[in-house]
């Protein structure tokens, strides 16, 4: 089952504004992290934030985490065309044995030039 | 450095066939997944492997096979292809302990 859920599925912003997007999960998570997917393409790693950490950046990028609520949001700055994808989170659960990510159904972001 | 490569980028089969999909990885990963990719869906995990010799089922296991030979390859196996099998299959793999996973570019299958 999915344990991140994107919010909202799909955004169309103009180029040069803001992109905010939302994750919400369900069980505790070691850490969790944040995909880029171009249209028929593989998906990149962005970012990762750990489970005691708060807020992190990448460039443009800004993730915060929020364990208390089991949310985090990826804020994109001064978005660009090419910044056209969909977004994924991916949760690490937390416990012994875990080896694998459970990725959300996605946020589709169009950034129109 | 190549990453992580799929073969075939495309393929059409139809139902009751059997093929399989190899993925690659040069970057030395001890851990490799399969997943599917279907609208609407996200990404769904269906085996993956924590080192060489070793297999796993993950969400949605039934109707496919896998095998881990050698620890840069990992091979996602369907015995007989069947419609619902049809989607967008990436592979990808990481380190222990990272977590951080690096995908290959996704073999589109069509079941017919």
């Known amino acids: 089952s999915q344990q991140g859920e994107e919010d909202p599925q799909a955004l169309s912003i103009q180029e040069g504004e803001n992109a905010t997007m939302n994750c919400s999960y369900k069980t505790s998570i070691n850490n969790l992290q944040w995909y880029r997917q171009n249209s028929g393409r593989g998906l990149v790693h962005l970012i990762l934030i750990r489970s005691n950490e708060r807020e992190k950046h990448s460039g443009r990028l800004r993730v915060t985490l929020d364990t208390s609520k089991k949310s985090s949001s990826l804020l994109i700055t001064a978005s660009r065309a090419a910044d056209t994808a969909s977004y994924f989170c991916?949760?690490?659960?937390?416990?012994?044995?875990?080896?694998?990510?459970?990725f959300g159904k996605g946020t589709k972001l169009s950034v129109i030039p | 450095n190549a990453g992580v490569t799929q073969t075939p980028k495309f393929r059409v089969l139809k139902t009751g066939q059997s093929m399989t999909l190899l993925c690659a990885q040069d970057m030395n990963h001890e851990y490799m997944y399969w997943y599917r990719q279907d609208p609407g869906m996200g990404l769904r995990l269906i085996h993956y492997s924590v080192g060489e010799g070793t297999t796993a089922k993950g969400e949605v296991p039934d109707g496919y096979n896998v095998s881990r030979l050698k620890k840069q390859n990992f091979l996602l196996g369907l015995e007989s292809a069947a419609p619902s099998q049809t989607s967008v299959y990436f592979c990808?793999?990481?380190?222990?302990?990272?977590?951080?996973?690096?995908f290959g570019p996704g073999t589109r299958l069509t079941v017919l």
């Open positions: 990808a793999s990481s380190e222990i302990g990272l977590r951080e996973q690096f």
């Open positions: 991916a949760t690490d659960p937390s416990g012994a044995g875990s080896y694998q990510l459970t």
